[in-house]
């Protein structure tokens, strides 16, 4: 039987560094990579197209990461249960940093021909493939090691993003400036090459990071042959996958629709001025950034279940009155209309980790959790904004995409109820559990006082 070797748990402060660094290095590279593709890519890996058609083929590198992810979640994920948390996120991480390092330092079109674009899909697919890991894995090792009562609060570290997407803002703008004219010849591959610095920074603060007691546990007590296959994983846990991919989805569709398709229909055809959107994005993203813990703490105090609907109910809400308020043409209706959007947002997302996770023994958690969240983000939130369009286009009207965001979040909020029903119940079990403590504690009081 296999075992590991066990260290004392990590601190929790160790840990939060850890869950935000994720997140940070995640969002980093997404945004420079997209921020790439629209001004650079399409010019240095495919200059023998049109401008439209280089942008467009740039942006299909893009999406590779998307189509990815599905496919690093069940590789990873079966590596995660099978070998442990600590080694396969080193392992997802490395090939995160290797892809971004290779971005950074690939020769162009112009070096070595139709070979620079296929090795820019080749290092986009392994960044996706990584991405489809990281974020289950690095969830699990902050619930797995966190402290009763906190798994909520601790895995949302995970889910906070606006420091890589400021830090990839600012790194792409100091490039620009720096290098001027030269920024297109070689100074967009220093804020891939700071990337790399970044993942050097992650990795340290990983190396100290073991395996939970609860999986070395459930590992040690069964072998090899025992452990749950794939594809006994996939139909003995089908239906929390499944429900899992509508709360994901129902979430990513929300946002997703409404921050692409939206923005794009404020300033294309509503004439909101193009600054002062991304303004009111930033502040939003700043407002999601605190909001995130926050509700991962009030997951924590009163239930997952309760942050989850509440965060699909603000969607619901939303739907139908957003393209009205966004056709006022007030900027700060936009603001109000961004920051609702974060909030929301951060409902949904922060108990995800732990309410993912609760569903599946630890030897099949790590598989369970990546496959809820990276398949539904690929094939739900990847195609948000071209169903957005194709809706529109085929009726000519918003209101289409207003029931195509009540429909997914009405379907996420059933889904999030019905997962967390065991979880519910074992809530209000230990609520009775403890009531009945207490009150048998004060009658030994009252009658300890009377003899």
Known sequence: MASSTVSRPPSQRRLIIAG??????????FLLYGTMAALVFNKVFFPSFSSAAGTLAAFATFAFGFIARPIGSLVFGRMG???????????????????????????????????????????RFLQGLSLGGEWAGASLVLIENSKPGRENFMASMVQIGSLGLMLSSMATTLASKFTGEHFITWGWRLPFLLGFVMFLFTFWIRRNIEDSAEYTEAKGQTSPEAQLSLAKTLTS????????????????????TITTY???????SLGYNRTSVLDALTLAA??????????????????????????????????????WLLGLGVIGVFVGLAMYL????????????????????????YTGTALSHALPTAVVGGTAPVIAQALLNATGSNLALSIYIFIMASLGAA???LLTAQD???????????RGIAEKTVSGDTLGAKR
């Open 415 to 417: 889904a999030a109820y």
């Open 237 to 256: 846990y089908w239906k929390p996958i499944v429900l899992g991919f509508f709360v994901t989805g129902g979430g990513v569709v929300v946002y997703f």
């Open 262 to 268: 939206g923005i794009a229909y404020a300033t294309t």
């Open 81 to 123: 249960d099978r070998l442990g948390r600590k080694r396969t996120l080193m392992v997802s991480l490395s090939l995160m940093g290797f892809s971004t390092l290779a971005i950074g330092l690939m020769p162009t079109y112009e070096m070595i021909g139709i070979a620079a674009p296929l090795l820019l899909v080749a290092m």
């Open 20 to 29: 935000i660094s994720t997140s940070t290095i995640e969002y980093y590279d």
């Open 342 to 365: 974060a909030l929301s947002h951060a409902l949904i997302q922060a108990p995800q980790a732990v309410v993912y996770g609760r569903q599946f023994p630890p030897l099949a958690r």
């Open 286 to 323: 700043l407002v999601y950034s605190v909001a995130i813990p926050v509700a991962g703490w009030c997951a924590d105090r009163w239930s997952p279940r309760i942050v989850l609907v509440t965060g699909f109910v603000f969607g619901v809400l939303l739907s139908f009155p957003f393209f």
């Open 424 to 434: 519910s119940v074992a809530r209000k079990q230990a609520k009775v559990a403890q």
